[in-house]
């Protein structure tokens, strides 16, 4: 049992309400609507973005080479909420395209807890936040037409570079509409990539822990399970589908909005061995523990339902939820020993919650700053420092 504990540490290294709730009104009758996203200049809106997982795990297993495999008997539990708030002020637009926005991430953080759920034994809580999420920090997005991408920098105060890999401009939401006018009835088909844009927006965030233990569940989190679903999202091996379909046309002219129905599947694996590298603790370093391998496999579908603004054509809020199962393995190796392959598999149910709020303008801030640096060294970053919980 000693040993599998070990091994499963290799594995297993706020609440609030966002259901839509547009103004209540008859549907109108069948029409044909333009399903639009039309950003406006000088507009500032409040992204509000919750992500949940509840996952229980069904297998958790360990082989030495040469040996049977050796299964854990107490499965745990893993928990995760995800929230992710950003107030972004488009400055200028251009052709319907955003071609100069700042964004600061007011919040960018994700709790998590491990239940073994043994009598007397309290679950184990982290809590993880992003540099980013820092009130006198801002990104600049710029459009770049000769790659139909965005470039990013620090307009207040900076950080490292690197803290932006990852980050990407979304909230827009154009990628699921269907690029002509439809009515009541009408479905259509968006890429599967796209679904990235609802499960985890505005990228890859570089998470941190803000107190010192938790090793073992901040690198199972950290590594893609129960969240950070961005991680694992792997355009080049995703198989699925996403459907969109018009439920109905409700209220008229500032009050309208369109009910779009979501239908997703997705399934993706990801090589997180480099990952699982620099997550490594330090017990394991000082056993000349070696990583020589890790994948993460994500599968999930479900259903939704988009509100759809058609005054403002942008998204009003979103509710998805849907069924999930996480399969990861790692195969590590010790120093004069042989290699051991590690799995852990988890099912289990995912939530995600939206609504865009639209700011006052004179919340917009006075004037900005000449990227001053800013200290992120009391946030500590699970690695070769952090000793694994005993």
Same mark, same amino acid.
């Given at each position: ?6 091994? &499963? ?8 309400? &966002? ?8 549907? $109108? ?55 992710? $708030?950003?107030? !972004? ?45 820092? @009130?006198?920090?801002?990104?600049? =997005?710029?459009?770049?037409? @000769? ?7 620090? !307009? ?40 990235? @844009? ?7 965030? !570089? ?14 989190? &950290? ?42 599947? =997705? ?81 289990? $149910? ?41």
């Amino acid at each position: 049992m000693n040993q599998i504990a070990l091994c &499963l540490g290799a594995l297993l290294p706020l609440t609030f309400d &966002l259901t839509p709730g547009p103004i209540q009104s008859d549907a $109108v009758p069948s029409q044909e609507v333009n399903l639009q996203f039309l950003p406006t200049a000088g507009e500032r809106i409040e992204h509000n973005w919750l992500g949940t997982h509840k996952l229980l795990a069904t297998e958790v297993n360990s082989r030495v080479a040469g040996q049977d495999a050796v299964s854990l008997s107490q499965l745990p539990s893993i928990e995760t909420k995800e929230r992710r $708030v950003t107030s !972004d002020w488009i400055r200028s637009v251009e052709d319907g395209k955003v071609q100069n926005m700042h964004r600061t991430w007011v919040e960018a953080n994700l709790w998590g807890q491990l239940d073994f759920h043994v009598p007397g034994q309290a679950p184990l809580e982290v809590v993880l936040r992003s540099p980013l999420s820092n @009130e006198s920090t801002s990104v600049v =997005f710029t459009h770049v037409p @000769e790659e139909n991408s965005y470039g990013m920098y620090f !307009d207040q105060s900076a950080m490292a570079e690197n803290v932006l890999v990852g980050v990407q401009k979304d909230h827009g939401y154009e990628n699921l509409l269907p690029g002509k006018a439809v009515k009541a009835g009408d479905s259509w088909s968006v890429e599967t990539k796209h679904l990235i @844009e609802l499960l985890a927006p505005t990228g890859a965030m !570089d998470y941190r822990q803000v107190q010192p233990g938790g090793g073992m569940l901040i690198r199972t989190l &950290l590594m893609g399970v129960a969240g950070c679903t961005d991680v694992v999202w792997n355009p080049g091996q995703l198989k699925g589908h996403f459907k969109c379909k018009l439920q109905k046309v409700v209220g008229a002219g500032a009050h309208s909005t369109a009910h779009i129905e979501l239908d997703y599947s =997705f399934e993706t694996v990801q090589d997180r061995s480099e990952a699982a590298r620099e997550l490594q603790m330090l017990g394991e370093s000082n056993r000349g523990t070696m990583v020589l391998g890790n994948s993460v496999q994500l599968q999930g579908k479900g259903m939704g339902l988009l509100i759809w603004n058609l005054s403002s054509n942008r998204a009003h809020s979103f509710a998805m939820t849907g069924t999930e199962s996480v399969q990861m393995m790692v195969q590590t190796q010790a120093l004069n020993a042989p290699a051991v392959t590690q799995v852990m598999e988890l099912r289990g $149910v995912s939530e995600q919650k939206y609504r865009a709020t639209v700011r006052p303008l004179d919340s917009l801030p006075v004037s900005w700053t000449a990227n001053p640096p800013v200290r992120v060294e009391p946030m500590l970053k699970p690695g070769k420092g952090i000793t694994p919980n005993k």
